[in-house]
């Protein structure tokens, strides 16, 4: 059994989600959301740097995995994910856990079977594969599936490891 927290970084609100995943079984830990409080830029980088670091000492995640960026129309916006992003990074970083990066139509892709799925075909997609009572929210459900993506490329990882002896991050 390995733990998986799951990490969708936003400027806004921070979508996590804990999974325990074996084989191809997996299972919810928990989910939610690190609201980003303050002012200034760096008031707001150290919210999300203190939550995420919170999830880490409270739930011993082993692996990490987190949204990649996207270019889109506005620099600015991207920008500002790329600094959530890049604390989140360095949270997990620190505490030594390795980091595993997706981008968006994988993480679609591996949940819903579509590259360019809505986010609430995400959120109702999680909510079955998970069991779950209540849909979460987007950015929870989107964490969610980021450490589903991540569980099931494990597991095609560590079987190609079998077979060919490749090394990947630090999975064995």
């Known amino acids: 059994m ?4 799951g990490i969708d970084p936003g400027s806004i609100n921070t979508g996590y989600g804990i999974i325990d995943s074996k084989g191809n079984h997996s299972k919810h830990v928990t989910n939610g959301v690190i609201k980003v409080k303050g002012e200034t830029l760096a008031e707001k980088l150290k919210t999300i740097h ?14 990490i995995s987190i949204e990649k ?13 790329g600094q959530a992003r890049g604390v989140a990074i360095a949270a997990c ?8 990066e997706y981008t968006a139509n994988q993480v679609k892709q591996a949940t819903v079977g579509k590259g360019h799925a809505a986010k609430e075909q995400v959120q109702h997609m999680i909510k079955i594969l998970l069991c779950l009572e ?6 929870a459900a989107d964490a969610l599936a980021i450490a589903l993506c991540h569980a099931n490329s494990r597991e095609g990882l560590l079987r190609m490891q079998g077979v060919s002896g490749i090394r990947y991050g630090r999975l064995q």
Request: net charge negative; aromatic share 6%.
């Open 2 to 5: 390995i733990r998986i927290l």
């Open 50 to 63: 203190e939550g995420i670091t919170a999830l880490i000492q409270e739930y011993q995640p082993e692996e």
């Open 69 to 81: 960026i996207f270019m889109n129309r506005n620099a600015d916006s991207a920008i500002k994910l």
């Open 93 to 100: 970083a620190i505490k030594d856990l390795p980091v595993y």
């Open 134 to 139: 209540k849909q979460p929210t987007a950015d």
